[in-house]
């Protein structure tokens, strides 16, 4: 029988095993991240029959979060089926449910869902948008009362934390780099703490449970809001498709990896792997690893670590040395007056460059004089 606490949360997560997990386990840290207790009970955990400490769980949250994936309401009228009575008991104590629709789910015809569950259509739900994951969190926050301020906490972080964090995540890769992976994870926690959407910090934690052989869950949780997170990095979304591959994840690898070469669709490099993995992909079905044999590939597990980290280093280098030969952009980041300021520079540079011989001296030192003081923004 499971056991839980008097913990009073603001939310409690409702899913199906088969579709659903890797969703619950990301929406839940999300919201932890902003400062909500989440309750998110594990069906590997479920004794049978329906928990009575669970009830007084559901009971106690104001707020029931009830994830629908492709199928998730089709057993429903078997009985002692746990999705059906944890919706049931939300109901009955009128509970602000938030139905969270993931692709390809539809509501069953009204004869097929149970009498105590069939108000459950009326609610109106989010769509989970994995591309747009900020917004999505940031909507399902204002769907719970009581819990708005939460959201002020997600995007509360100040410039100077951002720019803490960042250093806190570089400090946190040399430490994992040198195997002191305890100070690691802590500046990993800490810049969250400072930046709950650090990316880099949701990455590092990722190849730190892929290393040291975590459940393959809270792997695939780590570099699945990395992804989500920083939508626009092609680099990430590589490194998220060959994390899911290795963890039996192969629908959601192929879709990882389609979206990094759509960002970047001049790399050739995902564009032939992604012909190659195609070719496999569409004879196979997603099959999650267990730990067991995640544990038997442990070896294949720290090099995949090792390997995608020294990738995600280079791609941070390299941007940060072509950043390097652009000085003035970081000016006019600091300073708006310089965008204008520069553009006049341009301009007048440019009228200088294809007119100087048919200048006289006299205007060529004008033209010259002027863009030079706007370069220096005065």
Request: aromatic share 10%.
């Amino acid at each position: 029988m499971n056991t839980y606490d008097n913990t009073v949360y603001d939310a409690f997560i409702s899913y199906r095993r088969d579709g659903g997990t890797e969703t619950a386990r990301s929406i839940k840290e999300s919201l932890e991240k902003r400062g909500l207790k989440v309750f998110l009970d594990f069906d590997e955990l479920k004794t049978g029959r329906f928990d009575e400490s669970l009830l007084r769980v559901i009971e106690h949250s104001p707020n029931f979060i009830v994830i629908l994936t492709k199928g998730a309401l089709d057993r429903c009228l078997i009985g002692g089926d746990w999705v059906t009575q944890e919706i049931a008991l939300a109901l009955k104590t009128k509970k602000n449910i938030v139905p969270i629709f993931k692709d390809g789910f539809t509501f069953p015809s009204p004869e097929s869902l149970p009498e105590t569950i069939k108000d459950l259509p009326h609610y109106n739900g989010l769509k989970y948008d994995d591309n747009y994951y900020n917004a999505f969190i940031d909507e399902l926050v204002e769907r719970m009362p009581g819990c708005h301020a939460a959201k002020h906490l997600a995007i509360g972080a100040t410039r100077k934390d951002r720019q803490k964090a960042s250093q806190l995540t570089i400090l946190g890769k040399r430490m994992f780099r040198q195997g002191l992976i305890d100070d690691a994870i802590r500046c990993y926690n800490e810049a969250l703490a400072l930046d709950p959407d650090s990316s880099e910090a949701h990455l590092g934690l990722g190849f730190i449970a892929l290393a040291k052989l975590k459940s393959p869950g809270e792997i695939f949780t780590a570099f699945q809001t990395a992804a989500a997170l920083n939508t626009g990095s092609s680099g990430i979304k590589y490194i998220f498709s060959r994390v899911a591959g290795f963890l039996g994840y192969f629908k959601t690898s192929e879709a990882a990896l389609k979206d990094a070469l759509r960002i970047d669709p001049s790399n050739q490099s995902y564009r032939n792997e992604l012909l190659q993995f195609s070719r496999i992909a569409e004879h196979r079905t997603d099959q999650p690893i267990s730990f067991e044999d995640l544990s038997a590939k442990s070896g294949e597990a720290r090099t995949l670590a090792d390997t995608l980290l020294t990738e995600e280093e280079d791609v941070i280098v390299n941007m940060r040395w072509w950043i390097s030969l652009l000085p003035p952009w970081r000016w006019i980041h600091q300073s708006p007056h310089l965008g204008p300021a520069l553009m006049a520079s341009g301009i007048f540079g440019i009228l200088l460059l294809f007119n100087w011989r048919s200048l006289d001296t006299l205007r060529a030192l004008q033209y010259l004089t002027i863009s030079s003081l706007c370069f220096l923004g005065l």
